[in-house]
């Protein structure tokens, strides 16, 4: 690894991987906490792609960089890869995405397939021998670079998929129809954006790059910073690294997972995936992915590999990780790995298991569980009613388990409205995605028709302790007429519901509750601290 320019917080490092040590005097707060983990993984010999990092310290004036300043690091990362962007014969395709030195998931953005044009797509189908795979990266481009870099709105673009699909799932869609798509794309973006898509690869990286560093300063960027105390001036950092691709048919997907159960705290991987699918479709709340079993079951080899990585991320990092990675043909990769967020239970019963298996001390235990006491563990279920109890309206994915009772809202306006008026609400949503942060921190819980367990929002709704039920099939929205469907029923807006997270049902109006508190968890809690209390002091000990 090497150092670009001489100012330490504004350095260009790179990130090439095979067993190298971390770079000298960088850490997070220069390189971000993703680029600096991706650096820890790569120097244990963890599979990651190769990357070059753009520090923090330019996210105040991302107008004084200068593509002189990341082209040495790029021309390497060309060399190590054998492939350049741009070039027609042998192109180089990238990834642009964020980190900030402490963890906003799904905050700020990332864009994908960077380097595809009119004249490196038919070299990129040389290279792989896919031509579905060049198509569908490049009309994932289109769209993501549209929304992100030039405004336009996602909903033209899902509009463009809707009628090329029809019934199919996408992931069927051959390479003619992905090309009829990519064509509609570029119609939708000239007409959206007022110009064309650019065609020149090292544009697209400059554009993504401002980008990304722009989106810190996002409203859903700003609200995350003020409602976690986050500082406003440590900036994103940037990374550029190699395109894998789960999206080329066969043993190939992406997925996210946490190493434990983040909800209960349970000592299994909690994984959610998607075969012939990019990262995206996991975490943007978009897509609703399916849970560890299919990959189990059609990859066992993959997934044994991915059960041992878990082991290793955990002995390395000293915590719960909650991890992104990507399978090319068979190929594992990891795209990320940060500590991942948990609910108070999950929290108590982690740093206890980890202290136990002697990854973490007693003392960084009692740290993680400082007032987790019986009010903060209480758990919420059903109660149980003679005669069976109400008739659940529909199931979905439990993100995060209680029980959440509220008037059902369908954006930030109306939560703001009532819980100003002393209501409880439900925010009921199509998609679970993290611009409806605000709206979050205002609901009980979080209801949507798609998204998956570990997309951004529910990772967001889980760490603000709330239940969150997702991919609801079930579930059809009524924007104009402020009404939602749920298994046959309609109910307007203003009405109950409840959403047991515990159970993965939704029900009508509000449901009675019992609560209790997990007896041997907190005995095991107050032996840990009453340890602490009975030593002597070290002083006087000597």
């Known amino acids: 690894m090497s150092a670009g320019t001489e100012h330490l917080h504004a350095r260009v490092v790179l990130l090439i991987q095979d067993d190298e040590p971390l770079p000298k005097h960088s850490g997070p707060e220069v390189l971000g906490a993703k680029a600096w983990n991706l650096a820890r993984m790569a120097a244990l010999g963890m599979p990651v792609p190769p990357a070059f990092v753009i520090g923090t310290g330019w996210c105040a004036d991302p107008a004084a960089l200068g593509e002189w300043h990341w082209r040495p690091a790029l021309e390497t990362l060309e060399k190590h890869c054998g492939l350049r962007l741009g070039d027609a014969r042998h192109p180089l395709l990238l990834s642009v995405r964020s980190g900030a030195p402490a963890s906003m998931p799904g905050m700020m953005e990332t864009l994908l397939n960077i380097g ?303 819980c100003a008026a002393g209501a409880r609400v439900i925010l009921v949503r199509q998609d679970a995605e993290t611009r409806d942060i605000a709206a979050l921190d205002l609901a009980e819980g979080l209801l949507t028709h798609r998204g998956a367990r570990t997309s951004h929002a529910a990772v967001v709704a889980r760490q603000l302790g709330k239940v969150c039920l997702v991919g609801c099939e079930a579930l059809q929205i009524d924007a104009a007429e402020r009404v939602v469907r749920i298994g046959g029923r309609a109910l307007a807006e203003g009405e109950l519901l409840t959403l047991d997270g515990n159970q993965g049902v939704v029900h009508a109006g509000e449901v009675a509750v019992v609560e209790s508190v997990p007896e041997a968890l907190i005995a095991r809690l107050e032996v840990l601290h009453r340890s602490a209390q009975e030593q002597p002091d070290a002083s006087l000990a000597r």
């Not at 809707?162 to 051959?174: I, P, Q, T, Y």
């Not at 722009?214 to 409602?227: C, H, I, M, N, V």
């Not at 955990?314 to 043909?329: K, N, P, S």
């Not at 999950?346 to 009692?366: F, K, Q, S, Y």
Request: some cysteine.
């Open 116 to 418: 595809l044009t009119e004249s490196t797509l038919s070299g990129f189908v040389r290279v792989t021998g896919h031509p579905r795979l060049a198509w569908d990266a490049y009309r994932r481009l289109i769209a993501g670079y549209g929304e992100v870099v030039a405004g336009i709105d996602s909903a033209h673009f899902e509009a463009d998929l809707d009628a090329v699909r029809g019934d199919l799932d996408e992931r069927l869609l051959d390479f003619a129809a992905l090309r009829a798509l990519a064509g509609r794309h570029l119609e939708t973006y000239r007409r959206e954006a007022g110009e064309a898509f650019p065609q020149d690869a090292h544009a697209q990286l400059r554009q993504a790059i401002a980008a990304v560093f722009a989106s810190w300063r996002s409203d859903k960027a700003r609200t995350y910073r003020d409602l976690h105390g986050l500082d406003h001036g440590m900036g994103t950092a940037v990374t550029v690294q190699r395109m894998v691709f789960g999206n080329a048919g066969g043993l190939s997907g992406a997925g996210v997972g946490f190493t434990r159960d983040p909800s209960s705290g349970e000592p299994q991987p909690w994984v959610d995936f998607l075969f012939n699918a990019q990262g995206e479709d996991v975490v943007s709340g978009r897509r609703s992915a399916l849970g560890h079993g299919e990959l189990a079951s059609v990859a066992p080899s993959i997934w044994e590999d991915l059960v041992g990585i878990c082991g290793r991320l955990e002995q390395a990092f000293g915590d719960m990780q909650d991890f992104e990675f990507t399978v090319q043909d068979g190929r594992l990769f990891l795209l990320q790995a940060r500590a991942g967020k948990r609910t108070a239970l999950a929290a108590a019963r982690i740093a206890l298991d980890l202290l136990d298996e002697g990854v973490i001390d007693a003392a960084t235990a009692r740290e993680r569980t400082y007032g987790l006491d019986a009010r903060a563990l209480v758990q919420r279920r059903l109660a149980a009613i003679d005669g069976g109890g109400p008739e659940p309206l529909a199931q979905a994915s439990s993100a995060s388990s209680g029980i959440a009772s509220g008037e059902i809202v369908l954006d930030e306006r109306r939560a703001r409205a009532r």
